[in-house]
């Protein structure tokens, strides 16, 4: 049977693109569905981060960009500031959700800010962006400007808080977490835990019959 993935994730967390690819090589060779989820780190109006802050800077310095040499991933801190929020793009995820571009879209967000350095706050980009993955660009723009998918994206952070999710990206392998920034070990490990069990509970169990037992 299917191993499910759930991953939680914000397009401005870098770990969420750097995520990718340890779970691509994990789940190679498996029989696996992988959904990822949105979350908002920052909601409206909590202020966001600005990339000039020591904060950024100091987690950057100390961790993002020397896993991401290690990994062989180009990213860099984007110089837009403060950062964006991310409703739109997520009520947009949901469009792309329904021209089954999800995959595709996820992707695009991710790197369009972290390696374009691009401001997925603004409808303008995002509608420029979801036309370079063949969307409907005029119907994905008067969606976002109508508020169509406002309600599923709401439905959706109301399942990360029934999750208890906190911090991203978190990862559901099944019935299996793994919070933060995962190996590709550890997410080998559980997709394996995760596939022995459903092959035991698959398994035919010991029965009494009208026959006997």
């Known amino acids: 049977m299917t191993v499910r993935i759930k991953v939680w994730s914000d ?9 990718k690819q340890p779970l691509a090589e994990a789940a190679a060779g498996h029989d696996v569905a992988v959904e990822w989820m949105p979350f908002e780190l920052r909601p409206e109006p909590t202020p966001t981060l600005r990339p000039e802050g020591d ?3 100091g987690i950057w ?14 990213i860099r801190l984007p110089d837009v500031s403060p950062q964006p929020y991310t409703r739109l ?3 947009g995820y949901q469009f792309a959700k329904e021209h089954h571009l999800a995959d595709a879209y996820n992707d695009r967000m991710l790197r369009a800010f972290f390696e374009d350095g691009l401001d ?3 409808l303008d ?3 420029k962006l979801a036309a370079g993955l063949g969307l409907p660009a005029t119907a994905y723009r008067a969606a976002l400007e109508s508020g169509r998918y406002a309600q599923a994206h709401r439905a959706a952070l109301a399942e990360a808080a029934a999750h208890r999710i906190t911090a991203v990206p978190t990862i559901l392998i099944e019935d299996i977490r793994i919070e933060g920034m995962p190996s590709r070990a550890a997410l080998h490990e559980a997709i394996d835990r995760a596939a022995t069990r459903q092959e035991e509970h698959l398994a035919p169990f010991p029965a009494c019959s009208i026959e006997g037992c």
Do not use: K
């Open 125 to 127: 980009v995002l509608e």
């Open 120 to 122: 997925i706050g603004d």
């Open 11 to 19: 397009y401005v967390c870098p770990f969420c693109l750097l995520a």
């Open 61 to 74: 310095s100390r961790a993002v960009y020397p896993m991401a040499r290690t990994m062989g991933v180009a």
């Open 55 to 57: 904060y950024l800077r």
């Open 89 to 91: 793009a997520f009520e």
